[in-house]
């Protein structure tokens, strides 16, 4: 099973494609609110999204991945923790707290639409079901298993039928084919 992958790539894309409207404004930084200021974490999550969402937008969808996957993977053992997602789940939360007046509407529904997905299947279970190999650990080729990578932003990846397997997504998550059907443009 490979949810995990397709949930973590399309959080990233999500929080890529929320970034991009902004990320010109980036070289200015926001300042966040008086007190309390956000904490370091928030700040990582905010300079990786500020540094990503050009690569993301307009590079190979696996330049894309490989941005994602050097925050994430934070001891950089090649492969991601329950832990580690744990804690980009935290931060990117967080973040998406510190940054809320900054986001559109539909930008923070997406981010909380990606958060009740993660939190509802949860992430230990989510991981397991990657875990392919029983390591303890998520490697590329069990987070990308589903998903075939070309020379297109990831952002056009992730909505291409052709490029995604949604049904045997659904199929493992135990959902209607239709609800991830809904995903395509």
Known sequence: MRVLGVVALLALAIATRVCAGWAAEAATPVPGPVSPGPGR??????????????????????????????????????????????????????????????????????????????????????????????????????LLADVRLDERPLG?????PEAVDRAAIAARLGLPPALLERLQP
Request: net charge negative; aromatic share 8%.
């Open 156 to 160: 056009e990846v992730l909505l291409d």
């Open 41 to 142: 974490a928030v700040l990582e999550v905010d300079r990786f999204v500020a540094e990503s969402g050009p690569v993301c937008l307009d590079r190979p969808a696996a330049a894309c991945v490989d941005a994602g996957w050097a925050f994430a993977d934070r001891n950089e053992d090649q492969g991601l923790s329950v832990v580690e997602l744990e804690e980009v789940r935290d931060e990117l939360r967080a973040w998406a707290q510190w940054r809320a007046d900054d986001l559109y509407p539909t930008e923070r529904s997406l981010l909380a639409l990606g958060f009740v997905v993660v939190d509802g299947v949860g992430i230990e279970r989510l991981h397991g079901l990657y875990d392919q190999d029983g390591d303890g650990l998520v490697d590329r080729a069990e």
